[in-house]
């Protein structure tokens, strides 16, 4: 990590800068994959698993059998946990539920709003080098809460864990196709894979960049993505060593990867970075974790209030606040994915079983974007009842209204009703 000191707020930008993604050369690249597998379907798809993964694929749906098998592959301490974040999760996120709400907005004009489940949702868990069965349990659930008719879960994994969680969450379609390929394959549905209205779910960055493609041709993405990163914020009473987990925890998901540290304290910078290059020789992911150390910043500032406004300017996908008295700082956030309060709030709580999801904004989109929540797998329609003496009440505000706009069909729709009240005919 890079140790900067008091750094002017005009040389922030080039500070934060996230590690650069050429999205214009990938895309380019991804491009005549979603094409081909538009014009071709399956055989596309079995294509592209021979030439990326080396995997000659027979059939493209998991069995279900395959999938009862699964649950009996994993540990009973395993199947605990998932099952205990199974219920957290749900517990957080059945609580946004919210039931319409009439709104009488003068008298005889009502109006109020009703949550529809989107009715076909799909699900991408990259394979790679960590089974994130994880990111199942994230998606899957707030899709069953929501009462998505169809969830389509693709993933070139058919690792137990993905199964089992796929399994509890009520997933049936579960395909084991990947990378680009796969994002396509729900983009436009194959003579396999059903196509869906909304895509979920993390990857590299040519699912990333498949995903924005889509995004342009009309299907709904969750967010737009990149590599995971975290800021902490640490004063005088931090713990180093908690400090160095909680960086490190994000720094091994992969090279590409960036961590944040930030505090008033030179010392506690030191030796939260001491702790890092401690720590990290112990971790199995050291080589991933090490490289994306070397874009990542420690930076000292002069006082709190410089602190928060550079990482406001920073809208890190999650924020430890490894403070005194965190709680009281949270109103002063308001770019982040996340917020992880105090000393005994790792970030690794919300990646797995707190309750929150850990689906979130990242490359600083967290200044526009929230989170995944039982509202992405809803639409919002509204509803409006007007009775006799409504129409009487508005009627003229919205016939002087679409006079000024010449728009003299909307206006004669109010007209003509008022005009059958008034003669009773």
């Given at each position: 990590?890079?140790?900067?000191?008091?750094?002017?707020?005009?040389?922030?930008?080039?500070l934060?800068?996230?590690?650069?993604?050429?999205?214009a050369?990938?895309?380019?690249?991804?491009?005549?994959?979603?094409?081909?597998?538009?014009?071709?379907?399956?055989?596309?798809?079995?294509?592209?698993?021979?030439?990326?993964?080396?995997?000659?694929?027979?059939?493209?749906?998991?069995?279900?059998?395959?999938?009862?098998?699964?649950?009996?592959?994993?540990?009973?301490?395993l199947?605990?946990?998932?099952?205990?974040?199974?219920?957290?999760?749900?517990?957080?996120?059945?609580?946004?539920?919210?039931?319409?709400?009439?709104?009488?907005?003068?008298?005889?004009?009502?109006?109020?709003?009703?949550?529809?489940?989107?009715?076909?949702?799909?699900?991408?868990?990259?394979?790679?080098?960590?089974?994130?069965?994880?990111?199942?349990?994230?998606?899957?659930?707030?899709?069953?809460?929501?009462?998505?008719?169809?969830?389509?879960?693709?993933?070139?994994?058919?690792?137990?864990?993905?199964?089992?969680?796929?399994?509890?969450?009520?997933?049936?379609?579960?395909?084991?196709?990947?990378?680009?390929?796969?994002?396509a394959?729900?983009?436009?549905?194959?003579?396999?894979?059903?196509?869906?209205?909304?895509?979920?779910?993390?990857?590299?960055?040519?699912?990333?960049?498949?995903?924005?493609?889509?995004?342009?041709?009309?299907?709904?993405?969750?967010?737009?993505?990149?590599?995971?990163?975290?800021?902490v914020?640490?004063?005088?009473?931090?713990?180093?060593?908690?400090?160095?987990?909680?960086?490190?925890?994000?720094?091994?998901?992969?090279?590409?990867?960036?961590?944040?540290l930030?505090?008033?304290?030179?010392?506690?910078?030191?030796?939260?970075?001491?702790?890092?290059?401690?720590?990290?020789?112990?971790?199995?992911?050291?080589?991933?974790?090490?490289?994306?150390?070397?874009?990542?910043?420690a930076?000292l500032?002069r006082?709190?209030?410089?602190?928060?406004?550079?990482?406001?300017?920073?809208?890190?996908?999650?924020?430890?606040?490894?403070?005194?008295?965190?709680?009281?700082?949270?109103?002063?956030?308001?770019?982040?994915?996340?917020?992880?309060?105090?000393?005994?709030?790792p970030?690794?709580?919300?990646?797995?079983?707190?309750?929150?999801?850990?689906?979130?904004?990242?490359?600083?989109?967290?200044?526009?974007?929230?989170?995944?929540?039982?509202?992405?797998?809803?639409?919002?329609?509204?509803?409006?009842?007007?009775?006799?003496?409504?129409?009487?009440?508005?009627?003229?505000?919205?016939m002087?209204?679409?006079?000024?706009?010449?728009?003299?069909?909307?206006?004669?729709?109010?007209?003509?009703r008022?005009?059958?009240?008034?003669?009773?005919?």
């Amino acid at each position: 990590m890079q140790l900067i000191r008091y750094p002017e707020p005009e040389t922030w930008d080039t500070l934060l800068a996230r590690p650069v993604q050429q999205m214009a050369q990938i895309e380019q690249l991804v491009q005549p994959i979603l094409q081909h597998v538009r014009s071709h379907g399956d055989a596309a798809l079995k294509e592209y698993a021979l030439k990326f993964d080396n995997v000659r694929l027979d059939r493209l749906d998991v069995p279900m059998e395959v999938m009862e098998v699964a649950e009996r592959q994993l540990s009973p301490a395993l199947k605990d946990a998932i099952r205990q974040a199974y219920s957290n999760i749900v517990k957080f996120h059945a609580a946004q539920r919210q039931a319409p709400e009439k709104i009488e907005t003068m008298p005889g004009v009502t109006c109020w709003r009703k949550s529809v489940g989107i009715e076909k949702v799909g699900i991408y868990i990259p394979g790679g080098t960590a089974p994130l069965f994880s990111t199942v349990l994230m998606l899957g659930i707030p899709a069953q809460l929501a009462g998505c008719k169809e969830v389509v879960l693709c993933s070139p994994s058919q690792h137990p864990a993905i199964l089992y969680a796929a399994k509890l969450v009520g997933i049936t379609r579960v395909y084991t196709i990947g990378g680009a390929q796969a994002i396509a394959a729900m983009a436009y549905g194959t003579e396999s894979v059903p196509q869906v209205y909304k895509i979920f779910g993390p990857g590299n960055q040519f699912v990333t960049a498949a995903k924005m493609l889509v995004a342009k041709e009309g299907v709904a993405i969750d967010m737009p993505a990149g590599p995971s990163e975290v800021a902490v914020y640490a004063d005088e009473t931090a713990n180093p060593a908690f400090v160095a987990s909680d960086l490190l925890s994000q720094a091994e998901h992969g090279k590409d990867s960036q961590v944040l540290l930030v505090s008033t304290s030179e010392s506690v910078l030191t030796q939260a970075m001491d702790e890092v290059e401690k720590q990290v020789r112990e971790l199995s992911r050291e080589d991933f974790a090490t490289q994306a150390l070397e874009h990542s910043k420690a930076v000292l500032v002069r006082d709190s209030s410089e602190a928060l406004d550079l990482l406001n300017a920073y809208a890190a996908e999650h924020l430890i606040l490894s403070v005194e008295n965190a709680e009281a700082l949270v109103d002063k956030i308001i770019n982040a994915g996340s917020i992880f309060l105090g000393h005994y709030t790792p970030e690794s709580a919300g990646d797995y079983a707190s309750g929150t999801n850990h689906t979130l904004p990242t490359n600083g989109y967290a200044r526009a974007y929230s989170g995944v929540s039982l509202d992405s797998f809803v639409k919002k329609i509204t509803v409006q009842s007007i009775s006799k003496e409504g129409l009487k009440n508005i009627g003229s505000t919205i016939m002087e209204m679409a006079a000024a706009e010449s728009l003299d069909a909307h206006r004669r729709a109010v007209e003509i009703r008022l005009e059958q009240l008034e003669t009773g005919e």
